[in-house]
């Protein structure tokens, strides 16, 4: 303790030592000193090439890319021109500036435009503007633009010639834009469309026009006539992927017509091999999403006519039954992925599981959300599909430790699972402690039986593994949705910025959180 002031004391003068040679006469007087600080100020981004600092910017979010633009001439020149997404908010107070804005970014190719419901929103006009100053558009997101008119709309799609994906939210617009938007974008691929005032009880038919062979993926949400869309649906040649969520109306009778137009693509297909040629007019549908809607039996029947499904979203729709489900499964045996809300109905429960395990062998992805499924379906699931790596059980009263020592006894491949509002206990817990080698994460909420100690045990025998559990959770009720299981959509969703800020945020799949 006595040798240590010395030691300070010896360290407080030799850096006085130093600020007083730093700030000598000699030292800071004359040219000297300024020499000295050029010397040190070097831009090692001088000798870098334009392209190359773009590329570096494309890696910051918006924030540090609007601050990178402030440093110099040449970061705000480079910062403009590469980027390609910009999202605004479309308040009718933007207009002035839009000139401005888009000559600055004259390489946009993705544009957002957002308002809120209290606003004022872009006109036909500021449409039109934006339209003539991105020629190379590709990608539009409209939402609560209610100004733009069916009018201003039809002006912008002749003007984008060039537009890959529309989606459009919260519009006045309705039957007469989207239809001029397909007749015109021959090269349009994707269309969302979710609240459009528009489309009403009367509206005009919508039909494929000059995108019948681009289009491949068509979201329809929250449309109180969505079946004015069904002449586009059948009329895609090459759609891909259909989603229809909470809609109003009965939807049996356009999924018939879904249904047969698949089984016609197969009817010429074999029609085709059989004469030797392998071309064909359209392709089959992959992917269907249906959730909130009035689908019966019949309406499952017809998706069955899909043989060529990989991907299967049946979420809420009340009047579906095992009896169709069987018939899905024994026609449509290249399903991957399989999501079911049985809403608690207990329609859909052993038997069309069953079914689906015989024949679809390739099954990776399962979500069961209030289906009263046992250890008979699982432990078939379990057996019959070896490549699956995803699992949900949502909500159901007959899955409880039986069912989650089958799975952790069989499913070698899964990779991820999640349990939620089930009668499981600490038993479960265990027999997933020495089961499913390959599990990385899981997920268990408001699994009452399940206690805090059964948690930290499982961390201590598998380490590696991602944990998430809350087991003092003790909600009375119980509400699952495919958001609480952390099944994600994959999209781009672009970041709201002001004039001088765009984004992008990641997307995934099949997430535990």
């Given at each position: 303790?006595g040798?240590s002031p010395?030691?300070?004391?010896?360290?407080v003068?030799?850096?006085?030592?130093?600020?007083?040679?730093?700030?000598?006469s000699a030292?800071?007087?004359g040219?000297g000193?300024?020499?000295?600080?050029?010397?040190e100020?070097?831009?090692y981004?001088?000798?870098?090439?334009?392209?190359?600092?773009?590329?570096?910017?494309?890696?910051l979010?918006?924030?540090?890319?609007?601050?990178?633009?402030?440093?110099?001439?040449?970061?705000?020149?480079?910062d403009?021109w590469?980027?390609?997404?910009?999202?605004?908010?479309?308040?009718?107070?933007?207009?002035?500036?839009?000139p401005?804005?888009?000559?600055?970014?004259?390489?946009?190719?993705?544009?957002?435009l957002?308002?809120?419901?209290?606003?004022?929103?872009?006109?036909?006009?500021?449409?039109?503007?934006?339209?003539?100053?991105?020629?190379?558009?590709?990608?539009?997101?409209?939402?609560g633009?209610?100004?733009?008119?069916?009018?201003?709309?039809?002006?912008?799609?002749?003007?984008?010639?060039?537009?890959?994906?529309?989606?459009?939210?919260?519009?006045?617009?309705?039957?007469?834009?989207l239809?001029?938007v397909?007749?015109?974008?021959?090269?349009l691929?994707?269309?969302?469309v979710?609240?459009?005032?528009?489309i009403?009880?009367?509206?005009?038919?919508?039909?494929?026009?000059?995108?019948?062979?681009?289009?491949?993926m068509?979201?329809?949400?929250?449309?109180v006539?969505g079946?004015?869309?069904?002449?586009?649906v059948?009329?895609?040649?090459?759609?891909?992927?259909l989603?229809?969520?909470?809609?109003?109306?009965?939807?049996d009778?356009v999924?018939q017509?879904?249904?047969?137009?698949n089984q016609?693509?197969k009817?010429n297909?074999?029609c085709?091999i059989?004469?030797?040629?392998?071309?064909?007019?359209?392709?089959?549908?992959m992917?269907i999403?249906?959730?909130?809607?009035?689908?019966s039996?019949?309406?499952?029947?017809?998706i069955?006519?899909?043989?060529?499904?990989?991907?299967?979203?049946?979420?809420?729709?009340p009047?579906c039954?095992n009896?169709?489900?069987?018939?899905?499964?024994?026609?449509?045996?290249?399903?991957?992925?399989?999501?079911i809300?049985?809403?608690?109905t207990?329609?859909?429960g052993?038997?069309?599981?069953?079914?689906?395990?015989?024949?679809?062998?390739?099954?990776?992805?399962?979500?069961?959300?209030g289906?009263n499924?046992?250890h008979?379906?699982?432990s078939?699931?379990?057996?019959?599909?070896s490549?699956?790596?995803?699992?949900?059980?949502?909500g159901?009263?007959?899955?409880?430790?039986?069912?989650?020592?089958?799975?952790a006894?069989k499913?070698?491949a899964?990779?991820?699972l999640?349990?939620?509002?089930?009668?499981?206990?600490?038993?479960?817990?265990e027999?997933?402690?020495?089961?499913?080698?390959?599990?990385?994460?899981i997920?268990v909420?408001?699994?009452?039986?399940?206690?805090?100690?059964?948690?930290?045990?499982?961390?201590?025998?598998r380490?590696?593994?991602?944990?998430?559990?809350?087991a003092?959770?003790?909600?009375?009720?119980?509400?699952?949705?495919?958001?609480?299981?952390?099944?994600?959509?994959?999209?781009v969703?672009?970041?709201?910025?002001?004039a001088?800020?765009a984004?992008?945020s990641?997307?995934?799949?099949?997430?535990?959180?």
């Amino acid at each position: 303790m006595g040798q240590s002031p010395p030691v300070v004391l010896g360290r407080v003068n030799s850096l006085c030592d130093s600020f007083t040679f730093l700030s000598s006469s000699a030292f800071i007087s004359g040219e000297g000193f300024r020499d000295q600080i050029a010397v040190e100020i070097v831009d090692y981004t001088a000798e870098l090439p334009d392209e190359c600092l773009a590329f570096v910017f494309q890696f910051l979010g918006p924030g540090d890319r609007n601050r990178c633009s402030l440093v110099c001439k040449r970061w705000f020149r480079v910062d403009g021109w590469s980027r390609h997404r910009l999202s605004l908010n479309a308040q009718s107070e933007i207009v002035s500036s839009l000139p401005s804005l888009f000559t600055r970014f004259d390489s946009v190719t993705k544009l957002a435009l957002r308002c809120s419901r209290k606003s004022i929103s872009l006109t036909d006009d500021s449409l039109l503007t934006i339209s003539i100053r991105c020629r190379n558009l590709t990608r539009l997101k409209l939402r609560g633009c209610r100004e733009i008119t069916d009018e201003g709309m039809s002006t912008f799609a002749k003007n984008s010639k060039k537009l890959r994906k529309l989606s459009c939210g919260s519009c006045m617009f309705g039957a007469k834009a989207l239809n001029a938007v397909l007749d015109h974008c021959a090269n349009l691929e994707e269309l969302s469309v979710k609240r459009l005032r528009g489309i009403h009880d009367g509206a005009e038919p919508i039909g494929p026009g000059a995108a019948a062979s681009s289009l491949k993926m068509i979201c329809l949400k929250e449309l109180v006539n969505g079946q004015s869309f069904a002449p586009l649906v059948v009329g895609s040649k090459n759609l891909k992927t259909l989603k229809i969520i909470h809609c109003l109306g009965d939807w049996d009778s356009v999924l018939q017509l879904i249904g047969n137009r698949n089984q016609n693509y197969k009817e010429n297909l074999n029609c085709d091999i059989n004469y030797g040629s392998s071309d064909s007019n359209s392709n089959p549908l992959m992917e269907i999403h249906l959730e909130r809607l009035q689908v019966s039996d019949i309406g499952l029947s017809a998706i069955s006519k899909c043989t060529k499904i990989e991907n299967l979203h049946i979420l809420k729709t009340p009047e579906c039954s095992n009896y169709r489900l069987v018939c899905v499964a024994e026609n449509c045996k290249l399903l991957r992925k399989l999501h079911i809300d049985g809403w608690r109905t207990n329609r859909i429960g052993d038997e069309g599981l069953i079914a689906v395990a015989k024949h679809c062998s390739n099954l990776q992805e399962l979500v069961l959300i209030g289906v009263n499924a046992t250890h008979v379906s699982l432990s078939a699931i379990a057996c019959n599909c070896s490549k699956l790596e995803r699992l949900a059980l949502c909500g159901s009263g007959t899955i409880g430790d039986t069912e989650i020592a089958c799975i952790a006894a069989k499913c070698m491949a899964l990779k991820k699972l999640c349990i939620k509002g089930c009668p499981i206990s600490d038993i479960a817990i265990e027999a997933l402690g020495s089961g499913c080698p390959n599990l990385v994460k899981i997920k268990v909420r408001k699994c009452r039986g399940v206690s805090s100690d059964a948690g930290e045990w499982l961390r201590e025998q598998r380490g590696s593994m991602l944990i998430n559990m809350d087991a003092c959770d003790t909600d009375c009720g119980f509400e699952a949705s495919v958001s609480d299981i952390g099944v994600h959509e994959t999209g781009v969703e672009v970041g709201q910025v002001t004039a001088v800020g765009a984004s992008t945020s990641s997307n995934g799949e099949f997430e535990l959180h």
